[in-house]
């Protein structure tokens, strides 16, 4: 099966931090939910369209919607076009976090932390209750580990020299 190197990092990353069983919640191009077995196993996920992605989809696909920036709104109800953009954003994807953060407790049917990660972890985790950790960095943390223990193998001088000149 294929799964994206970021996703796996994440989980690998994620897992080392804070243990499992546990949901990795990526706020990127795609926001994606991958849920990690207490051992570390990886176990499959869910991808959905990420928030920058549907603000621009919004924008392009309705002529007269404006390109707008996601922040947390003071309302739900917007009184006008941007206000209301932005609370359909902020609060769907809110929405969209804790339901599916639900319904993959409830298939998994054991609790599961949530580590949020991606750029807008800290901002969406201000809406929701259901995050229980934000690391921002989770991806690198990934790639860091990764890279501890599968070290870049050393070759001597003489071995360099040897594969210059072949």
């Given at each position: 099966?294929?799964?994206?190197a970021?996703?796996?990092?994440?989980?690998?990353?994620?897992?080392?931090?804070?243990?499992?069983p546990?949901?990795?919640?990526?706020?990127?191009?795609?926001?994606?939910?991958d849920?990690?077995?207490?051992?570390g196993?990886?176990?499959?996920?869910?991808?959905?369209?990420?928030?920058?992605?549907s603000?621009?989809?919004?924008?392009?696909?309705?002529?007269r919607?404006?390109?707008i920036?996601?922040?947390?709104?003071?309302?739900?109800?917007?009184r006008?076009?941007?206000?209301a953009?932005?609370s359909g954003?902020y609060?769907?994807?809110?929405?969209?976090?804790?339901g599916?953060v639900?319904?993959i407790?409830?298939?998994y049917?054991?609790?599961?932390?949530?580590?949020?990660t991606?750029?807008?972890?800290?901002?969406l985790?201000?809406?929701?209750?259901?995050?229980?950790?934000?690391?921002?960095?989770?991806?690198l943390?990934?790639?860091?580990l990764?890279?501890?223990?599968?070290?870049?193998?050393?070759?001597s001088?003489?071995?360099?020299?040897?594969?210059?000149?072949?």
């Amino acid at each position: 099966a294929e799964v994206g190197a970021d996703r796996l990092l994440n989980a690998l990353a994620a897992h080392q931090a804070y243990s499992g069983p546990l949901i990795v919640v990526d706020f990127g191009t795609a926001t994606t939910f991958d849920v990690v077995e207490a051992d570390g196993a990886y176990l499959g996920g869910v991808i959905a369209p990420g928030i920058n992605l549907s603000l621009e989809a919004l924008h392009k696909a309705a002529a007269r919607l404006p390109r707008i920036g996601i922040g947390r709104p003071q309302a739900v109800i917007g009184r006008s076009t941007i206000p209301a953009m932005q609370s359909g954003i902020y609060w769907g994807y809110v929405g969209m976090i804790e339901g599916l953060v639900a319904r993959i407790q409830a298939e998994y049917d054991n609790p599961l932390k949530v580590i949020a990660t991606g750029g807008l972890a800290p901002l969406l985790a201000e809406g929701t209750t259901v995050i229980g950790v934000i690391a921002p960095e989770l991806t690198l943390d990934g790639l860091r580990l990764l890279a501890e223990r599968n070290p870049a193998p050393t070759l001597s001088r003489d071995r360099i020299r040897a594969l210059e000149s072949d």
